[in-house]
């Protein structure tokens, strides 16, 4: 793979089931280097019978959901690579899409009301004369932003404060009407005001109640819980339904109204404990009545940061585990009890459910080692693949296979991973990629980064050292407070492992070492430390964590994550700063970092820099315009296409190969 063939990374959104349960559609969408923005339709996909068909033909189209009674499917549409999306839907067979709002800032998550005739959603709601609601007033020249409290910047989003996210009805257009005079948009109603986003919401089957995601507690700018609550459909009678005591992030309804089901993680007394901590499925009733009830062990069943779907049925809940560089899909049924319904060594991104029993219908999207994403079926206990999105990344310039490795650390705990290598017989030199996080996981997965500089003649190896999630809470927990040690360990135990394997034919006197965010973190603290600083002919720290002093004055987590993961007094901290050792490292390092990351901010990665150069190590900057933390999964097109320009320059400068030579 090269960098101009990102085009064919096809990935799948959620997919949603005809009630029927005979067919799906899904959004199929991809980088177009071409147009710099990511382009993409629905497709109707047959369950059983005939492959797929293109439904729709717009610029942006995501997020599909058929209605109740399957005449109409809701989506997200954006014009052109500049238009916000709005809300629109379309009949079922196809034809001319509706659009149902006028979002200034675009629509975000929808769904539908049980009787078909409304759409709830939530949008960010602008203060009047900011973000262009006032075309006298242009950039640079809205009113001072007065800051009373420490979460008022989102990564990837900006300011918060004035822009909250609330929630609006739309009634929908009945399709087959005749357009009225300039086919205006139905006006919105809004039903929250709130000084709070609301992050979902989701109708009673009975239609009569909403179920929505906030955070309205007194201390919401000092804690990271989270709430669920229940209003009537108008908007009124807003009730709390959990205890102030969880960070809740899906809910959803039972069959019968009474209960909500949750995802949902655990903060601790301190309401910020979160390093490492298990989301979990958990219950209460909707009424408020009683407290949550976990139904997962939380200790061994991951529930989080996949994005997953909460889908209920009277056999049970349905929900993504994540394991092991998997994700896999359960059910878990009245008993308490996970059944595996989607599982093996790939990932299950996203999922729907319609039936019961036997005549059950799921699908799921799914990526894995060789396809960046498809569409799966279980019927009868069956699985069957139902599409082929990942034939031209395949079939054209191919993908090298995941070579899974576990190695034995020095104190005899195994750390797990993957080399993916280059043509040829070796011996090849290495990259030691290290992912972000930290609890995160690399994974079955075709990861675009370790195809292209495989490509470019290099072997590239993937490991969840302690601190990565999939592996137990007790695994990512153990590095509170001990950050660059035990983790620092695994990585470069895993490092002399896979060296001594002789099937993997590596060069242990040619390597180097890179990373974004915590990888970024990890590749800085590795150059500086004697165990690792001499063995890496170059590094790359991309979008590091490197200061957690500043870090906590800058960044949009900075007021809770250093505190939780590394703690607060000035000699822990110093031990585990990278920023704190700069003046170890002698290692040429290309410092990359986006313009407008709030995660971690940019001053991170000049100060880096700056002592870099000022102490005569070769060392280069380079910064993306207008790119959040985001930008090597999220970036422009042609922004990620140029970073990996520069990475394979960087290489073929100091580590230079057959296939990557510097001009």
């Known amino acids: 793979m090269r960098p101009d063939q990102l085009d064919l990374l096809t990935t799948l959104s959620s997919p949603t089931l005809h009630p029927s349960g005979e067919r799906a559609v899904v959004a199929v969408t991809r980088p177009d280097l071409a147009s710099n923005s990511y382009v993409g339709q629905l497709w109707e996909v047959p369950v059983t019978g005939d492959g797929p068909r293109r439904l729709t033909r717009g610029f942006r189209d995501t997020a599909p959901q058929y209605s109740p009674d399957g005449t109409m499917i809701g989506f997200l549409r954006a014009t052109d690579a500049k238009a916000k999306p709005q809300l629109h839907v379309v009949a079922a067979t196809g034809g001319e899409p509706v659009r149902l709002t006028d979002a200034p800032l675009g629509a975000g998550g929808f769904a539908w009301a049980p009787d078909g005739h409304r759409i709830a959603y939530t949008a960010r709601v602008p203060e009047p004369g900011r973000y262009g609601t006032d075309p006298e007033i242009g950039d640079g020249e809205e009113a001072p932003r007065l800051i009373t409290d420490l979460r008022y910047l989102g990564d990837g989003v900006g300011y918060v404060g004035d822009r909250r996210q609330q929630v609006f009805v739309v009634d929908v257009s009945e399709l087959d009407a005749a357009p009225g005079p300039g086919d205006d948009v139905p006006e919105s109603r809004q039903l929250s005001d709130a000084a709070a986003d609301s992050v979902e919401v989701v109708w009673r089957p009975d239609g009569q109640r909403l179920a929505l995601v906030s955070a309205r507690h007194e201390t919401r700018t000092t804690d990271l819980v989270v709430d669920a609550w229940t209003c009537a459909s108008d908007g009124t009678d807003l009730q709390r339904v959990t205890d102030g005591a969880l960070t809740v992030e899906k809910v959803a309804w039972s069959p019968d109204g009474a209960t909500l089901w949750l995802l949902a993680s655990d903060p601790g007394p301190s309401g910020l404990d979160f390093v490492g901590r298990h989301t979990g499925l ?291 901290l110093a031990a585990q700063s990278p920023m704190a050792a700069l003046d170890r490292v002698e290692t040429p390092t290309l410092v990359i970092h986006s313009e407008r990351d709030f995660r971690c901010p940019l001053e991170q990665g000049q100060r880096w820099f700056h002592g870099l150069q000022k102490r005569g190590v070769p060392s280069e900057l380079l910064i993306f315009p207008g790119e959040s933390h985001g930008l090597t999964r999220e970036g422009q097109p042609r922004h990620r296409r140029q970073r990996f320009d520069h990475l394979l320059r960087w290489w073929a400068t100091h580590l230079p190969t057959e296939a990557n030579r510097a001009e």
């Open 282 to 572: 958990w219950s209460v009733p909707a009424d408020g009545s009683g407290r949550p009830t976990r139904h997962t062990d939380a200790e061994t069943i991951d529930l989080g940061e996949i994005g997953t779907r909460l889908t209920v049925t009277a056999d049970g809940v349905h929900v993504q585990r994540r394991t092991r560089g998997a994700v896999e899909l359960l059910r878990i049924g009245a008993d308490g009890e996970p059944t595996v319904v989607v599982g093996g060594p790939r990932i299950v991104t996203a999922h729907d459910v319609v039936g019961t029993g036997a005549d059950a219908v799921v699908v799921a999207t799914t990526l894995d080692a060789v396809t960046p994403g498809e569409l799966v079926a279980v019927t009868s206990g069956e699985e069957r693949v139902l599409t082929d999105f990942g034939a031209p990344l395949r079939e054209g310039p191919g993908v090298r296979p995941l070579h899974e490795r576990t190695v034995t650390a020095d104190d005899g705990y195994p750390v797990h991973g993957w080399v993916v290598l280059p043509d040829g017989p070796g011996p090849h030199p290495v990259l030691l990629d290290i992912h972000g996080g930290p609890f995160a996981q690399y994974g079955w997965q075709v990861y675009d980064e370790a195809q292209v500089l495989a490509a470019a003649g290099y072997a590239v190896l993937l490991a969840n050292p302690r601190g990565s999630a999939g592996y137990g809470q007790e695994h990512g927990r153990s590095i509170i407070g001990a950050l660059g040690r035990r983790d620092a360990d695994d990585l470069l135990d895993f490092l002399d492992g896979v060296l001594a394997d002789p099937e993997l034919a590596l060069d242990s006197s040619r390597m180097g070492v890179l990373g974004g965010s915590y990888g970024g973190y990890m590749t800085a603290w590795l150059t500086a430390h004697p165990r690792a600083a001499g063995r890496f002919a170059a590094a790359v720290v991309e979008r590091g964590f490197l200061d957690p002093v500043s870090f906590a004055g800058t960044s949009d987590i900075g007021w809770f994550f250093g505190d939780q993961l590394v703690g607060t007094d000035p000699e822990q």
